[in-house]
């Protein structure tokens, strides 16, 4: 296993962004998990685990703590379930959009709106990501993890995972380091409905249609480059997080409110209602391209932050204090930050 010290994190995350790492392990083959496991003996904590950085900014200094940056591939197709559904291993550091791309081609539904995300799919139950009409709790059943409490493997049920809007246990602990995910699929020629007005538009077909999942996947890409929501190399708002901040949950008084102004208002699988972050970004003001500190600014085709030369992790927390602190101004909602902080 290949262990390096004063790493520059900077280049291992999207937004580009951070010092370096104390020191930073890189697991390719699960088998050397172990070993690892025996290096971290006499550390105090537990690693802080990095898949391909899109979802973090890294601080300014560094980060003190030993960095385990995850990179295992690979999927393995298994049995199919008395309900008919086939289960699909996959390792912790395999690409999620490769992934979808992988389901797709097997004729196996379920998380063809996922398509284009970027990151590990062993970082998608930190937040249990989703889009689009998906969450990955529609299809997890369990992870294989490392317990660093306990000091062992453990198989973990998604329903013990308290997978909620893009929140779960691991989104508030490093306790558990996710090691490979088994998910159920179904077989099927059909996507599962779209949901989405923007995806249907882009299909051309009424909302709660199902279509052939290549062709779901390939409008969703489609809807997705229009924000910029897809890292492409050359594009001029490539370093982001994709959004910074979560939708936040408004009571109905609020969404009456909100709806009444045009405002995106949706009901979310964990029964919630919530309102847009971008929606409420150009609300409170920001306009596209529109500088918040030195190197970050708001995107130039959606309402999200993203980073220029010049940007310090600093920087960036000052930007996402100013829009926070005019969203709250202007449209009276509380913004919260999706993105994970390593670091000071
Ligand atoms: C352009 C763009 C678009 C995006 N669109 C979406 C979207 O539509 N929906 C959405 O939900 N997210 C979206 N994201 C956010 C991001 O892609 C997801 O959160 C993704 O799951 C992060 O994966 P990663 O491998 O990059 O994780 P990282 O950023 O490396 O890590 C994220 C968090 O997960 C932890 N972690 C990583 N791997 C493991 C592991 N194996 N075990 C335990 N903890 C781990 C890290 O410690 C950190 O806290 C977008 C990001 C970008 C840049």
Redesign the pocket.
Known sequence: MHVSYGVPLAPLT?LGIGGPASSLAELHDPAEFPEFVREMRHSPTPP?????????LVGDRGCDLPVLR?ATRGIRIMGAMDDGRVLVEVQ?GHS?WELVTELIDEGLVGMEMLAG????T???P??N???YGQEVSDTLRSLEVWDWKLGRRAVLDANACALGH?TSV?KKSRR???LSLLFALCRDELSTPVTYRSVADELDVPLGSRVPPAEAAEAVLTVRRRKG???DSGEPDRR????VFFSPEVGDPMATKLRRLGAPVSRFPDGSTRVSASWLIRQAGFGLNAPLTHGVRISSVHYTLVADDGASAAGFREAVGIVLRQVLHRTGVLLTPEI?FIGE
């Open positions: 999207t802080v685990c990095l898949g391909k950085g899109s979802n973090v995850i912790a999620l995300i970027p990151g590990t062993g970082a998608t930190v937040q990501v989703g889009a893009r691991f558990w380091t996710v929501m897809v890292l982001s997080t994709g959004s994970d």
